[in-house]
């Protein structure tokens, strides 16, 4: 194969079969190093007694490395990043606290901090802020940038800093270092015993300098064994952010063809569907209007009681309104025409989103009423806040209808803030005071 064949052969490989390598400083090889330490940190905060104040630690520790290296790459981050920065330290910080939504807050937090991280290198795909295309942005967060990028630690470790890669992994320098001490980790946990047995003052020296031969040394084993792996991930996240490094594989334009795309959804079909959908709650509304709107004028059935009549239908209107946004927007981007084009999509889409809010405004005076009754609770709260934002969800349909603006990124921003009250004050605290204030002065039972 002559030259030209290969050049030929190379230019069709895909994107992730291309030999090429950023050139790396000696501020990507400290921070190689660092990323160590923050794969053995996120491992040991896991693992500890002390959880939940060792991942608060950790999130403050995470943020300053991630702004230490892009300002050492003479990067500034967005704009955008500090309110997502904002929002990590309000999930992270609290929870060596207290904890409201106790089962949500680490998985959120650890989706959160992936997406920080690339919104404060200024890769998101559209001008670098939260966009209709959020999705695709947490997927690359989450998942494309860091495994793309995974080896990326140990060929910066391993490149010498005179050496412009192509490629292949050049070794020396720190990274052979640093391979050095690992392989003498395990030649250490079997010889420091032996010769613990062999000499009792040798033991005692040991023992002085805080080394314990037995369960501890073990268990730094076994951190560093998953520390490493961890640290691989973080670092090819970051590491891709600021290099640009495999952050293009979803572009915004192929994004737009493929929408584009599935627009073939007649509009008689489109309109169709909606207005026997909006039928069927205006039915449904029609028929139960007594029993919807009686909480409105404090009154409830006469077979029921407060807690019967609040909780039944509550949570299943709360999914008639998550399924309505899903219907909604599947409506509106499957029509053949666009937003604003065809009048009869844009009336029932706001039809829709009316009728939704009456639906959840209901849900939301029932809870209210039970509130009034027997005070509050964390379980009565999250679902109100959760209404709350599908509110928000539905007025801002309605609103572009007539408007253009972008409202899945006013919609994510709602929604972090609102998690983030959360997650910020001790709500369960605050309920008990509450319960304790109305209760004492006969408020509620």
């Not at 990507?28 to 991942?55: H, K, M, P, W």
């Not at 959120?108 to 959020?134: E, I, N, P």
């Not at 947490?138 to 990326?152: S, Y």
């Not at 921003?413 to 910020?424: E, N, S």
Request: aromatic share 14%.
């Amino acid at each position: 194969m002559n030259d030209m064949q290969k050049e030929g052969v190379q230019e069709r490989l895909p994107q992730f079969c291309a030999p090429i390598f950023p050139k790396c400083d000696s501020i990507d090889r400290l921070f190689a190093v660092i990323y160590l330490l923050v794969g053995y940190a996120f491992i040991y905060a896991c693992s500890s007694y002390t959880f939940e104040q060792n991942l608060a630690l950790f999130t403050v520790f995470y943020g300053a490395v991630v702004l230490a290296y892009l300002w050492g790459k003479e990067i500034r981050p967005s704009k955008e990043s500090w309110f997502w920065l904002g929002v990590m330290l309000s999930i992270g910080v609290p929870y060596a606290f207290w904890s409201t939504v106790h089962l949500l807050q680490v998985p959120v937090l650890m989706a959160v901090a992936a997406y920080w991280t690339l919104s404060a290198s200024g890769r998101l795909m559209k001008d670098g802020r939260t966009s209709q295309w959020v999705i695709f942005d947490g997927w690359n967060a989450l998942v494309e940038v860091p495994f793309c990028n995974f080896i990326c630690q140990v060929q910066v470790l391993f490149q010498k800093k005179d050496q412009e890669t192509d490629g292949k992994k050049p070794v020396g320098g720190a990274g052979g270092i640093l391979l050095g001490l690992l392989i003498a980790l395990p030649a250490l946990a079997v010889i420091l015993p032996l010769l613990s047995s062999a000499d009792a003052g040798f033991q005692y020296l040991i023992e002085n300098m805080g080394v314990s031969l037995g369960d501890h040394l073990l268990v730094v084993l076994l951190r560093m064994f998953f520390a490493v792996p961890v640290s691989f991930y973080l670092f090819g996240l970051i590491f891709g952010g600021v290099h640009g490094k495999d952050t293009d594989r979803i572009q915004e334009e192929k994004l737009i063809k493929a929408a584009a795309s599935v627009r073939r959804v007649p509009d008689t079909a489109i309109c169709t569907a909606l207005t026997v959908i909006c039928l069927v709650y205006c039915l449904f509304i029609g028929l139960q209007g007594a029993y919807l709107f009686s909480a409105f004028g404090g009154r409830i059935p006469e077979d029921l009681t407060y807690s019967e009549y609040a909780r039944r239908g509550f949570f299943e209107l709360c999914r008639i309104g998550a399924w309505n946004l899903i219907i909604a927007g599947c409506a509106g981007g499957c029509s053949r025409s666009g937003r604003r084009e065809h009048k009869g999509v844009g009336v029932l889409l706001v039809l829709l989103s009316v009728l939704t809010l009456l639906l959840l405004a209901t849900a939301v005076s029932k809870m209210g009423m039970y509130i009034s009754v027997y005070g509050l609770t964390v379980n009565r709260i999250l679902p109100l806040v959760f209404m709350l934002w599908m509110g928000i969800a539905f007025f801002c349909m309605i609103l572009r209808q007539w408007k253009d603006f972008p409202a899945v990124r006013c919609c994510i921003l709602a929604g972090a803030v609102m998690f983030c009250l959360l997650c910020l004050f001790p709500i369960e605290d605050w309920t008990e005071l509450y319960n304790t204030w109305a209760r004492a002065r006969g408020l509620i039972v």
